[in-house]
């Protein structure tokens, strides 16, 4: 399975990150986990990605999902500008997950919260659905 997260010129940095539901955070200071089978494939710092990541293996724990966010690196010291910066990023996230393609906006998908972008969730169902109010706490 394939993450791709792609936006426009501003915010400059946009980070990519994915809680595994073992506990273990993927991003780019911890690029992967489970010996490499979740990983950060590409960190990009200067704008548009894409960011990508990959599962090529699934890691449970009970009922917990994987659940996917976006970090405004650029704006994190300013909730507010970093809220509109993510809203106004023109983020698409692109999913592949098990045959299918699943696809994301900043401006309609999701929860946005200060600097994060609360973007998708995987399910023990092998589906992606945009995140509700209980990614914020799963990705805690």
Known sequence: SRITLSW???PRDLDAY????????????NMNCHENSVRLDRDDVNGHGPETLSITQW????NTPYVFYVHNWS??????QASSGLRSSSGVVHVYLA???YTFNSV????IQ???WYVFKIGTDDTAAACDQ???SAAA
């Open 75 to 80: 704006q994190q010291g300013n909730q507010a």
């Open 8 to 10: 426009g010129s501003t």
């Open 108 to 111: 309609s998908d999701g929860v």
């Open 114 to 116: 200060g600097d994060k």
């Open 59 to 62: 890691h449970r724990a009970g």
């Open 134 to 136: 209980s990614c914020v």
């Open 99 to 101: 045959g299918a393609q």
């Open 18 to 29: 994915l809680k595994v539901p073992t506990g273990c955070l993927v991003n780019w200071r």
